[in-house]
């Protein structure tokens, strides 16, 4: 079985967000879909369906205590506390990057 743990050596940290383009065509579709994406009940939606965490705490009361309680989902601040922020890469880190993951792929 393959499981997943969060290393004490360290380990990355990220964060997604939304963005609407300077030229987008639709702007006041683009605010409405994020608004909707964001209530607490279609974020909780999210996590049930796809396994992402969600940092808007008040969807936590739509998600079953089993996800609410799932140290990978929502690890607790002394695990987090081994989390390093994830920052662009520069084109040679990238290159290296991509190597190891293909490296990787080869290897399973």
Same mark, same amino acid.
């Given at each position: 079985?393959?499981?997943?743990? %969060?290393? &004490?050596? =360290?380990?990355?940290l /990220?964060?997604? =967000?939304?963005?609407?383009?300077?030229?987008? &065509?639709?702007i006041?579709?683009?605010y #409405?879909?994020?608004?909707?994406?964001?209530?607490? &009940?279609?974020? #909780?939606?999210?996590t049930k369906?796809?396994g @992402?965490? $969600?940092t808007?705490e008040k969807?936590k #009361? @739509?998600?079953p205590?089993?996800? $609410?309680n799932?140290?990978?989902? @929502?690890?607790s601040?002394?695990t987090l506390? %081994?989390g390093i922020? &994830?920052?662009?890469?520069?084109a040679?880190?990238?290159?290296?990057?991509?190597e %190891? /993951?293909?490296?990787?792929k080869?290897?399973?």
């Open positions: 079985a393959i499981e997943f743990i %969060y290393p &004490q050596e =360290g380990f990355i /990220w964060n997604e =967000g939304f963005s609407i383009t300077q030229n987008a &065509q639709n006041e579709e683009s #409405a879909f994020i608004n909707f994406i964001l209530e607490p &009940q279609n974020s #909780a939606l999210i369906k796809f @992402f965490s $969600v808007n969807a #009361a @739509f998600l205590k089993n996800l $609410v799932d140290p990978i989902l @929502f690890p601040s002394e506390k %081994y922020l &994830q920052k662009s890469l520069d040679n880190a990238l290159k290296l990057y991509n %190891y /993951w293909e490296r990787f080869l290897s399973i």
